[in-house]
């Protein structure tokens, strides 16, 4: 059995939600659209924050895997 490492998982819950936070906000804008009522009150579902927490965890977690691959080009420059 091959023991998966910490960058592939780590690249592959990225991307997963950055896929979340696509399908999210696409779900958003065509099956409940915005609207603002005549108090001018913003009306919107739970779409938007899980799509914008996703983006970010996405983001955060793209992020932390270029910097791996970073850290380990620069040492084995250095070696």
Request: aromatic letters at 16%.
């Amino acid at each position: 059995m091959m023991k998966k490492s910490f960058k592939n998982v780590l690249l592959a819950v990225s991307l997963f939600f950055l896929f979340l936070s696509i399908i999210a906000m696409l779900a958003q804008q065509i099956f409940y659209p915005q609207y603002i009522d005549a108090q001018g009150v913003l009306h919107e579902t739970l779409w938007v924050p899980i799509g914008a927490f996703s983006f970010l965890l996405g983001l955060i977690g793209l992020t932390v895997y270029l910097m791996i691959l970073i850290f380990k080009s620069i040492k084995r420059w250095i070696k």
